[in-house]
């Protein structure tokens, strides 16, 4: 039998060492699923239950990996629900290929069914390669340089293929005028900067007496040396959320979370800093870094960032070094000058300390019924070290930005740039085909798990058994309202809670997995909650923990301005259905930071 060009597809990702595709079937990809079936399922398609999920559930496993991930949808609308999950990859630098059918070239123009202009539909998200294969001679080199320059750039690529080129018979590239071959190598060079400018950031870092680091993802493989100037220098180290899970939340000196959701210390360290030296980290909350002094910064910064397009953004940096973090942190090490005086770093340290203990009578403040800071609390001691955590875009990202600490082998990750709702199943899911041998755990809230998270719990039916170790673990936060958007109504324009957007129907999760034939726990009280994720990590199959949690549990940031109390209090004036649930937790929480052994603040 001849080979198509569907064929030749699948072989030659299989050639490239990918070994899942996340999709979902549909004509316009009949080609390419008949040649799967030819294929014996090699490469694996993993069916999700939406376009959008097979996209997320790509970015899980390119996340959770460091490979490379592959996602595949029909034409027309199949195409048009990856972007979101596409969208999301590229706005966290993660490396997505989208496979994509089109309708046959006979009919294109005429206005068919399910014909949508593809190239320029995808020419935003995938603006680094996106193209059309026509003719089989196309082939490998299309299909290469899409894996080559979403793994090189860290971006999303996309490949669409016709439904009938899919069925030509293949035919590579000859040795001829206008033919374009194609090979399967790819090596990597890490940029480096110049002994120079190394030695001009060393100066500037070594003129500092309250050095301040910021790390985000891209220095996650420099933990070592990130320790190693940190040391050097005597400074505490804050992390982006993408990079939570850069260094231990052990090491004393670590402040934890910047931003909105970030914690205290990482704000004073930020507040009381003389110099910044941010690492691997687009964070873009200018607001959260050093202040201004006019118009020019207020401390001496320096950046390094192996994007040169994304270099000397955010701050107004004195030095901006382009390289991999690591090996310019280890060219940077020999020039700088131990800081002898350890007042800094001790205040560091102190406020670290008294910020754990904050978030330790936090989570112990009672609610009605179970108060959200508890289940957060009662789970980071029991995590494993190896866990992979995948938070969704919500309240709940507050918690888990400020209460799991991260320590060993664990890694976490959340929607960072886009901060989608709906990420953290397919997340999880994803990070599952990663490393099949670890546990995960998805943190949803339940606008989250009533907008695709329920349906995704089918995928996670349909294929538990074939992982390793069969420990996923979803926790829900049930309290029916959509808590993040109505603390922003409340906290940032003094609007009361409008009930008709917010209040979310009931229903039953952890009955809906025990229905599919998964673990399902139900947690009603407060002293249940840590028994709960007992039994959760101990199940022999994945678990749909469902946390009935209080949501007048204010997820006030450390920092919070006064105008941004006076508008939640002004929302609770102008009649909010949960006014005296909310006045009441917020005075509750808020006391945490005046009990023996805090501060004025």
């Not at 995938?126 to 082939?139: D, S």
């Not at 990663?434 to 349906?455: E, K, L």
Request: with cysteine.
């Amino acid at each position: 039998m001849s080979q198509t060009v569907a064929d030749y597809v699948l072989s030659r990702l299989r050639d490239w060492g990918i070994e899942h595709v996340f999709g979902y079937a549909g004509d316009g990809i009949n080609g390419l699923l008949a040649a799967w079936q030819r294929a014996e399922n090699s490469p694996q398609f993993v069916q999700a239950r939406h376009e959008e999920m097979a996209a997320f559930e790509a970015v899980g496993y390119a996340k959770f990996s460091g490979r490379l991930g592959v996602c595949t949808a029909t034409s027309g609308p199949g195409a048009i629900h990856l972007l979101n999950g596409l969208y999301d990859a590229k706005l966290d630098h993660v490396p997505v290929v989208a496979i994509v059918g089109q309708t046959s070239r006979s009919a294109m123009g005429g206005s068919y069914q399910q014909e949508v202009d593809l190239l320029t539909l995808y020419k935003d998200v995938a603006n680094e390669y996106c193209q059309m294969v026509t003719v089989p001679e196309q082939l490998p080199n299309v299909l290469d340089r899409a894996i080559r320059i979403a793994s090189a750039k860290r971006t999303v690529t996309a490949l669409i293929i016709p439904s009938d080129v899919q069925e030509l018979d293949y035919s590579g590239p000859t040795h001829a005028f206008k033919m374009v071959p194609s090979s399967l190598d790819q090596t990597w060079a890490a940029p480096a900067p110049t002994a120079a400018d190394v030695q001009r950031a060393a100066d500037v870092l070594n003129s500092g007496s309250k050095v301040a680091i910021l790390v985000g993802q891209g220095a996650r493989g420099a933990a070592a040396e990130v320790t190693q100037v940190a040391d050097q220098l005597g400074a505490g180290v804050a992390k982006a959320l993408l990079g939570k899970d850069v260094l231990s939340d052990e090491l004393p000196w670590v402040t934890g979370s910047i931003g909105l959701l970030g914690t205290r210390p990482s704000y004073e360290l930020m507040t009381g800093c003389d110099t910044l030296l941010v690492i691997g980290s687009n964070f873009p909350y200018t607001q959260f870094l050093p202040k201004f002094s006019g118009d020019g910064p207020g401390v001496r910064a320096v950046q390094i960032d192996i994007e040169p397009t994304m270099i000397g953004m955010r701050y107004p940096f004195e030095v901006n070094l382009v390289g991999d973090a690591a090996e310019t942190l280890r060219a940077l090490l020999p020039s700088l000058t131990r800081q002898d005086d350890r007042s800094w770093r001790e205040g560091v340290e102190k406020h670290v300390k008294r910020w754990w203990e904050v978030m330790e009578r936090r989570a112990g403040v009672s609610a009605d019924p179970v108060n959200p800071e508890l289940v957060f609390h009662e789970l980071s001691p029991r995590l494993p070290d190896d866990a992979m955590i995948c938070a969704d875009s919500g309240s709940g990202t507050n918690w888990y930005a400020r209460h799991v600490k991260m320590r060993g082998r664990m890694r976490g990750t959340l929607s960072g740039t886009l901060a989608t709702m709906g990420c953290g199943v397919p997340y999880a899911i994803g990070a599952k085909y990663a490393h099949p041998d670890r546990p995960a755990y998805a943190m949803v809230g339940d606008g989250a798990m009533q907008m695709n998270g329920i349906n995704e719990l089918i995928t996670i039916a349909k294929y538990w058994e074939s992982w390793a170790d069969p420990r996923l673990v979803v926790a829900v936060l049930h309290n029916n309202d959509l808590n993040q958007v109505t603390w922003e109504l409340r906290a940032m324009g003094g609007s009361p809670q409008f009930l008709p957007s917010q209040h979310l129907p009931d229903f039953p999760y952890a009955g809906f997995a025990r229905s599919l034939g998964l673990h399902g726990i139900l947690v009603e009280k407060p002293d249940e909650v840590g028994p709960a994720w007992d039994e959760a990590m101990a199940a022999d199959r994945p678990c749909v923990v469902e946390f009935v949690t209080d949501p007048a549990v204010p997820p006030i940031p450390p920092h919070a301005t006064w105008d941004q109390m006076e508008k939640a209090l002004e929302s609770i004036v102008r009649g909010d259905a949960d006014r005296v649930d909310v006045v009441k937790q917020g005075i509750k929480a808020k006391m945490q930071d005046f009990l023996p052994g805090g501060r004025d603040v």
